[in-house]
């Protein structure tokens, strides 16, 4: 009887220990992206002290603080995101939300892993956030951009740069070849490229690629 108690005892305390472990990496993650966020806000400040005598910079406000929701990710996905929060990082680029699918990611420059790991990245030869023309931004189906599944056309994004925000409307979705760079080409007016693979539950390597297209909401309203 002893023996059994005492295993029940043992039992209840790892099971207190995981939990705290749990509770643990969840605080992290959200206080890591938190001071992400912070960074950029700084960043911002610099941005408006140093604009010119009498001119007034665009009001920026800032939605939601929650960490990153990983409840749709894979646990791969998850132990890389939570293992990348150690590193420091530079201010993102911008932070992209897409409140349809209750989305707020920071957008960092670069399409590597780490960088992917650990937000949404800026893709090479695409305009900057904030630039005229194709913005190109990735994301791993498995990780952040997991809810594009669920975006549908006339769902509206913002991409908030340090000088303003952006709401664009989304106006296309479509499945293309990973060969198919078109989607990426520059563009003659302001567009917003969202890119990820496809299938989002395929086993291994996806072969296809997820495209999610917005305009400007003004232009889209013509």
Same mark, same amino acid.
């Given at each position: ?6 295993? $029940?005892?043992?039992l ?14 969840r ?7 938190r001071?992400?966020?912070r960074?950029? $806000? ?12 009498? $001119?007034t ?40 939300r ?12 670069? #399409? ?11 893709? &090479?030869? #695409? &305009? ?9 931004i ?6 952040f ?8 056309p006339? =769902?509206?994004i ?6 303003? #925000?952006q #709401?664009?409307l989304?106006? =296309?979705?479509r ?8 989607v990426l $080409?520059?563009?003659?007016g302001?567009v917003l490229t969202?890119?990820t ?7 291994? =390597? ?7 297209r917005?305009?400007?909401?003004r232009?889209?309203?013509?």
């Amino acid at each position: 009887m002893r023996l059994v108690r005492l295993t $029940e005892r043992v039992l209840i305390g790892l099971g207190l220990l995981l939990i705290a472990a749990w509770a643990g990496i969840r605080l992290h993650g959200s206080l890591s992206e938190r001071a992400e966020i912070r960074r950029f $806000e700084s960043a911002k400040k610099v941005i408006r002290s140093e604009s010119p005598v009498g $001119e007034t910079a665009k009001p920026v406000i800032l939605g939601s603080r929650r960490a990153a929701d990983t409840s749709l990710w894979s646990p791969k996905r998850i132990l890389a995101y939570e293992e990348s929060l150690r590193a420091q990082v530079q201010p993102p680029l911008a932070l992209l939300r897409i409140a349809s699918i209750g989305l707020e990611v920071p957008v960092l420059d670069g #399409t590597d892993d780490f960088t992917l790991n650990r937000a949404v990245g800026r893709i &090479a030869g #695409t &305009a900057r956030p904030g630039e005229f023309g194709n913005v190109g931004i990735a994301g791993h189906r498995d990780g952040f951009f997991r809810g594009l599944k669920d975006v549908h056309p006339g =769902d509206p994004i913002e991409l908030e740069t340090l000088t303003g #925000t952006q #709401t664009y409307l989304v106006a =296309d979705i479509r499945i293309v070849s990973p060969y198919d760079v078109s989607v990426l $080409e520059p563009a003659t007016g302001p567009v917003l490229t969202l890119v990820t693979c496809y299938p989002f539950y395929f086993v291994g =390597d996806a072969p296809q690629r997820y495209i999610v297209r917005a305009v400007p909401a003004r232009a889209a309203s013509r």
